[in-house]
């Protein structure tokens, strides 16, 4: 619904700043990934495999030759000026998740020299579109000061759909902070002896860039503005509507899953994603409904299912209730039919705010967002009478932390014939992206009943 909730993203996540092996009886047959620092670019202080360099943000990250607990290396990473915005710096190195095993573990040992912010060592474990499937790090144990040559652990969970294996470790603030002898193993054998994953292809297919791929694409133009939309797969069509300030790659996960059996047609909204708006009124879901109304006619599609994610259920339900001659079966996630009903006064606050803040903004972008986040506190105005006129089997879903209140959720279902209502345990208004396989497989379920 908002992108403005989603603002706590770690920096480190991003891997755009710049990342041995354990202790002398678990030490590997040989070092295929350099994870001693013993592998360095002959006259310079760069290792192989390693992301080293002075950065932007006043550190140098390099091998050491002055300290390590064994070998001839380490990897430092100092800070060398204070007077810059940023402060932190890491390195990094990937590793192909190709082991057949159920957990997997690093240990690597650390060395400090008066950190007064903190060491860390975020280690990650990513599918092949990239996306975080595991993640943890070192911030509960707190480490900084100054310490000599200490062994950590770090164990993640290795699933099925893991494709990389990814370290980084990080300085925060001033001091030294060396690493060395870093060891992964997969439930408890070093890699340099684990099983590979039977059929493990070395080149998979690069990632599908959804939501910019051109091959799939197409535009349509509705009034006053440009529809952009990609489709995918064969089959029943299925149209896909994302939330208000999003676009058509916040449905990779299900376009990629759905697209196997229906013909997927996922569109970015007026103003948003790809799509153009020339509009000067307010913007509503009646708009966006009469909206993918054209863009079915002009597919030559006069029935289809619909998965409407927050404002795009929204509109789901405004077309399942104006054209249900259009509809096959519709499955919406965190939606309303009123906002000051549906939603916490807390919340409308802080949108009022949000749209506050953008007014003071002089860009068209700023302008546009605060139109997108208005129409969160005006629309829509579906009554009780709205929901018993739709006609087709719909499926109402909703995060049990949700910003939409579960009574709210409840109410919708309720007053939909054919409905079913599922909610989900310990999710939030993110759910289709925070519970990817439980989330696919209660729509799957419901689009082939």
Same mark, same amino acid.
């Given at each position: 619904?908002?992108?403005?909730?989603?603002?706590?993203?770690?920096? @480190?996540?991003? &891997?755009?700043?710049?990342?041995?092996?354990?202790?002398?009886?678990?030490?590997?047959?040989?070092?295929?990934?350099?994870?001693?620092?013993?592998?360095?670019?002959?006259?310079?202080?760069?290792?192989?495999?390693?992301?080293?360099?002075?950065?932007?943000?006043?550190?140098?990250? *390099?091998?050491?030759?002055?300290?390590?607990?064994?070998?001839?290396? /380490?990897?430092?990473? *100092?800070?060398?000026?204070?007077?810059?915005?940023?402060?932190?710096?890491?390195?990094?190195?990937?590793?192909?998740?190709?082991?057949?095993?159920?957990?997997?573990?690093?240990? @690597?040992?650390?060395?400090? #020299?008066?950190?007064?912010?903190?060491?860390?060592?975020?280690?990650?474990?990513?599918?092949?579109?990239?996306?975080?499937?595991?993640?943890?790090?070192?911030?509960?144990?707190?480490?900084?000061?100054?310490?000599?040559?200490?062994?950590?652990?770090?164990?993640?969970?290795?699933?099925?759909?893991?494709?990389?294996?990814?370290? &980084?470790?990080?300085?925060?603030?001033?001091?030294?902070?060396?690493?060395?002898?870093?060891?992964?193993?997969?439930?408890?054998?070093?890699?340099?002896?684990?099983?590979?994953?039977?059929?493990?292809?070395?080149?998979?297919?690069?990632?599908?860039?959804?939501?910019?791929?051109?091959?799939?694409?197409?535009?349509?133009?509705?009034?006053?503005?440009?529809?952009?939309? #990609?489709?995918?797969?064969?089959? #029943?069509?299925?149209?896909?509507?994302?939330?208000? /300030?999003?676009?058509?790659?916040?449905?990779?996960?299900?376009?990629?899953?759905?697209?196997?059996?229906?013909?997927?047609?996922?569109?970015?909204?007026?103003?948003?994603?790809?799509?153009?708006?020339?509009?000067?009124?307010?913007?509503?879901?009646?708009?966006?409904?009469?909206?993918?109304?054209?863009?079915?006619?002009?597919?030559?599609?006069?029935?289809?299912?619909?998965?409407?994610?927050?404002?795009?259920?929204?509109?789901?339900?405004?077309?399942?209730?104006?054209?249900?001659?259009?509809?096959?079966?519709?499955?919406?996630?965190?939606?309303?039919?009123?906002?000051?009903?549906?939603?916490?006064?807390?919340?409308?606050? *802080?949108?009022?705010?949000?749209?506050?803040?953008?007014?003071?903004?002089?860009?068209?972008?700023?302008?546009?967002?605060?139109?997108?986040?208005?129409?969160?506190?005006?629309?829509?105005?579906?009554?009780?009478?709205?929901?018993?006129?739709?006609?087709?089997?719909?499926?109402?879903?909703?995060? *049990?932390?949700?910003?939409?209140?579960?009574?709210?959720?409840?109410?919708?279902?309720?007053?939909?014939?054919?409905?079913?209502?599922?909610?989900?345990?310990?999710?939030?208004?993110?759910?289709?992206? #925070?519970?990817?396989?439980?989330?696919?497989?209660?729509?799957?379920?419901?689009?082939?009943?």
């Amino acid at each position: 619904m908002l992108r403005i909730f989603l603002t706590a993203v770690f920096a @480190f996540y991003q &891997f755009s700043s710049f990342c041995q092996t354990s202790s002398d009886s678990l030490k590997p047959v040989k070092d295929e990934y350099n994870l001693g620092f013993e592998k360095i670019i002959p006259s310079s202080k760069s290792s192989v495999g390693w992301n080293t360099g002075t950065t932007k943000s006043g550190y140098k990250v *390099e091998i050491d030759s002055t300290q390590k607990y064994t070998g001839k290396y /380490s990897l430092l990473i *100092e800070n060398i000026a204070q007077d810059v915005e940023s402060n932190y710096a890491m390195s990094s190195l990937i590793i192909p998740a190709k082991f057949d095993g159920k957990e997997v573990e690093i240990r @690597f040992y650390l060395k400090l #020299e008066h950190v007064t912010g903190h060491a860390d060592f975020p280690f990650r474990i990513d599918d092949e579109d990239n996306d975080k499937l595991q993640f943890t790090n070192l911030l509960a144990k707190r480490i900084y000061g100054t310490q000599n040559w200490k062994q950590y652990s770090l164990k993640l969970p290795l699933q099925k759909e893991a494709t990389t294996i990814n370290l &980084f470790p990080l300085l925060y603030g001033p001091g030294k902070m060396w690493i060395d002898d870093v060891q992964v193993l997969i439930d408890g054998i070093d890699i340099s002896q684990a099983k590979i994953k039977t059929g493990y292809n070395p080149n998979p297919p690069k990632p599908i860039n959804y939501g910019a791929n051109i091959t799939a694409s197409g535009r349509v133009k509705v009034k006053d503005a440009e529809l952009y939309y #990609e489709i995918y797969g064969k089959g #029943e069509p299925l149209l896909l509507l994302h939330g208000n /300030s999003q676009s058509i790659s916040v449905f990779k996960k299900q376009i990629k899953a759905f697209s196997k059996k229906y013909k997927v047609i996922a569109v970015d909204t007026r103003g948003q994603g790809k799509s153009t708006d020339s509009s000067t009124g307010p913007l509503s879901y009646d708009l966006y409904a009469e909206d993918m109304k054209t863009l079915l006619d002009s597919l030559h599609i006069n029935k289809t299912n619909i998965l409407g994610w927050s404002d795009g259920g929204n509109t789901g339900l405004i077309m399942a209730a104006k054209y249900p001659k259009y509809i096959n079966k519709l499955a919406v996630t965190g939606v309303c039919t009123n906002p000051n009903d549906a939603v916490s006064t807390s919340t409308l606050e *802080e949108v009022r705010k949000a749209i506050e803040s953008l007014k003071t903004k002089l860009d068209a972008q700023s302008k546009y967002q605060a139109k997108l986040f208005t129409m969160l506190l005006t629309e829509p105005h579906l009554t009780a009478l709205d929901l018993k006129k739709i006609k087709a089997p719909v499926l109402v879903m909703a995060g *049990e932390k949700d910003m939409i209140l579960e009574k709210h959720t409840k109410f919708i279902a309720a007053n939909i014939p054919k409905s079913q209502l599922f909610i989900f345990k310990g999710a939030s208004h993110y759910v289709p992206v #925070e519970k990817v396989s439980e989330f696919n497989n209660e729509v799957l379920t419901f689009l082939n009943q």
